[in-house]
């Protein structure tokens, strides 16, 4: 049947009805990267038809590259017979299932090499939906989220381009088509929020975003595009482990955030902070990465007065402690942010035992002098005597139970004991946030204790040791002596036997 | 008439005695009982220096008793509660595992002493036979005693040990989870290995160490083939009262010295709680005593003889005990009545494979 609303093409109907098969193989017409004919009858019919798919199709990028409708649908655009050109035979396929795009798609966007995919650099997209966790959205429920889900059927663009629902500037409310419908969510993730566009755009990046820049971190910049995964896959850019180097991709990048006026150096800190070893090496998940503290959507610095909210959510007896202290009225009044005045942010260190003190180091000494006119310079100094006495005790009385061992004499049960050092240690040094010496004196008492009994253990276990000696001394010249006297025994009574023998 | 109705019977503490019990048989036998003086006498000690050190051990075994509790969560705790808080409880336990160990190198070597003087000749082949049978006693008490602090070498040991057993074909399996009491070592295995140590072993030796005692008494000392050349009259002998009785007791003075130091100065290590679970340690080895044979099984190929090597290995290592054990059935003297030296070469040979076996499983 000849296209019936084109003149023209129902003229040429009887040249094109029946075209050898030799002549158009149905394979190669069906195929994106086909040689484009002298006119795609598909789009010339369309066009005249002024079928909404046509119109749209006129500015997709895939028209200007030259892929015809039979690309992706099938058949033969060389003909404008209407069976000829939509025949099953030539591969024609109609509006594809939604859930078999991705494959059509995957024919350029795939992992085969193909000419576009060399000409115009296009990566293994495909493949990389598949892995994501989209794709197995898809594989489980065909209302999953395609390509067209994302990119648009007829009228797709590229990514800088504008007009894209993927540039830049739509991404967020593309993602927020799906992402924020609750109703639509919940046949796939029931548990996964839906707010996160509206934090999104609580948080600078969102703010600047609607300011139209177009630098700042939208969806894709952390999720990535096609290689989306669930935050608990260790392949996910946010995955905790990965959270650091995902944020460091911009933030660590001093020439990209040039003009931003904010520094470049939290990645470098973060991996050498207590923090940062704790997550990256250890790889204790339950360490903070940045969206513990920042925020993910939201994300957003911590203000002044929320820094100690942000680091309580972890150390929360510190948080109460601190906040019961006189340094919170302080601080609050010269505005000052809380715990990292002390700690520092990003490069948060352990907390050594010299961290309460006047040495050049100390936060202590930012503030206070070592003087008689600083009424807290006693408190400082007899914190920091506390706090020394668990750390040094500890380890002369390792040194007392070394060398009792190096004799050869159990002493695990007071090594066993010392353990509990660190718990009063850890205690003690949370008990500093009160800034009271009574409390951190208490918290600091057991461990003293058992400190003292260890060192007694070790210094009886020596005192053993040369009792040990002595006693073998004095049993073995016992032992001795009766050997001696036992042989002068036989001597004689062997003696006196010959004697009576001759 | 009773004995204690007639006859002299003396004053004091011996007056008291015979009163109740006849001592004169036995000072008779005493007095006259004759030991063989000749350059080999030296190793007759050896008997007496390894009841010492049974008797040692008889006595430190049951203080420790007092406090050793048996169970995969009680065992290494006891016996480190015996070491650290128990008054001279290091002292017994280095005592106990260092006399053990003394024993069984007292016992090798006046078995050699035995086997090389011929002593296990007629009419003393019965004497050998309980001997022998002393001796796997004692390699029993050493297998079921190095399990019992239920730390992490003696576990694994036990397991590398009661695995050779279960490569025997057949028999292997059944013999093994016997020795277990299962299909692993478990706290099973220790109340066993308990159970055989502390009560079964100790009254099978006692009846065992009883005959042996008795046959040596009864029959008196080996005196050396070469005596048979040597005249009636120009033979030496030395009283068994008191001359060797006291010899024998200086000598374990001695030894109770030498056990006192290495006690002290070497006090028996205690390792690592046993964690079933955990990876074996490198270089788990049995003791000592059982190293020339664990060395041994190393150097057999794969297959032999279409069996494999480690089974060929134990099946060897059991006809070699065998044929030891039999020793006085197939040793003979030459037809001219000289001593057969095929059997001294034999000896040497034996202690030389114990030997450099023994050190290349140390290295």
Partial sequence: MACAAHPALAQSDSATAKPPAAATPPAAASTPTAPKPAVDQCYACHSEQETPAATTYKNDVHRTVGVTCAGCHGGDPTTDDQDAAMSKAKGFVGVPKKDQIPAMCGKCHGPGENAYKSRYKLDDAFGDFKESVHGHALAGNPKGPQCISCHGVHEIARVADARSPVHPTHVVETCAKCHSDAAYMRDFSPTLPVDQKEKYLTSVHGKRHAMGDPKV?????????????????????????????????????????????????????????????????????????????????????????????????????????????????????????????????????????????????????????????????????????????????????????????????????????????????????????????????????????????????????????GFRRQGLAVSTLIVTFLVIMLWLKIRDIEKKQKEKGR | MTHTEGGKRGGGIRGWIEERFNLAPAIEFASHKQVPEWKGSFWYYFGGVSLFLFIVQVATGILLLMYYQPGDKTAFESVRFIVTKVKFGWLIRSIHSWAANLFILSVFIHMFSVYFTKAFRRP?????????????????????????????????????GTTIVAVLPGLGEPIMELLRAGKDVSTATLTRFYGLHVAIFPALFTVILGVHLMLIQTQGMHEPESWDQVPQGKRRYMPFFPNFVLRDLLLWLIVLNVLAILAVWFPWELGKKAEPFAAAPGGIKPEWYFLFMYQALKYFPAKLAGLDGEVVGIILFGIAGLLWFLVPLWDSHTPGGMRNRVNTYVGILVVLFMIIFTALGVK
């Fill in chain 1, 217 to 465: 971190a939208t969806c894709v910049s952390c999720h990535s595009n096609h290689r989306i995964f669930q935050a608990k896959d260790p392949r996910a850019n946010v995955y905790p482990t990965n959270v650091p180097k995902t944020c460091a991709h911009c933030h660590g990048d001093a020439k990209y955030m040039a003009g931003y006026g904010i520094p470049t150096n939290q990645y470098s800190d973060y991996v050498q902070s207590v923090h940062g070893k704790a997550l990256l090496v250890k790889t204790d998940l339950n360490a903070p990465a940045c969206n513990s503290c920042h925020g993910n959507h939201g994300a957003a610095p911590p203000g002044v007065s929320s820094v100690i909210a942000v680091c309580g959510r972890c150390h929360q007896m510190n948080q109460e402690l601190y906040e019961r202290s006189a340094h919170r009225a302080v601080f609050e009044g010269k505005k000052l942010p809380g715990c990292v005045v002390c700690h520092g942010n990003h490069n948060v260190q352990p907390a050594s035992d010299r961290i309460v003190s006047f040495e050049p180091q100390s936060p202590c000494a930012r503030c206070h002098v070592n003087t008689p006119a600083d009424k807290a310079a006693p408190d400082i100094r007899r914190l920091h005597l506390v706090l020394d006495s668990l750390s040094t005790g500890q380890t002369a009385a390792l040194a007392v139970l070394d060398r009792a061992e190096n004799l050869g004499m159990d002493v695990s049960d007071a090594r066993y004991s010392l353990k509990d050092v660190n718990q009063s240690a850890v205690q003690a040094r949370v008990s500093i946030h009160s800034f009271k010496v009574k409390e951190v004196e208490e918290a600091a008492r057991p461990g003293i204790a058992i400190i003292a009994q260890a060192r007694t253990a070790g210094q009886e276990a020596i005192h053993e040791y």
């Fill in chain 2, 124 to 160: 003393r082949e019965l004497t050998w036979y309980s001997g022998f049978i002393l001796l796997g006693l004692a390699f029993a008490f050493g297998f079921s005693g190095y399990l019992l602090p239920w730390n992490t070498l003696a576990y694994f040991a036990t397991k590398v």
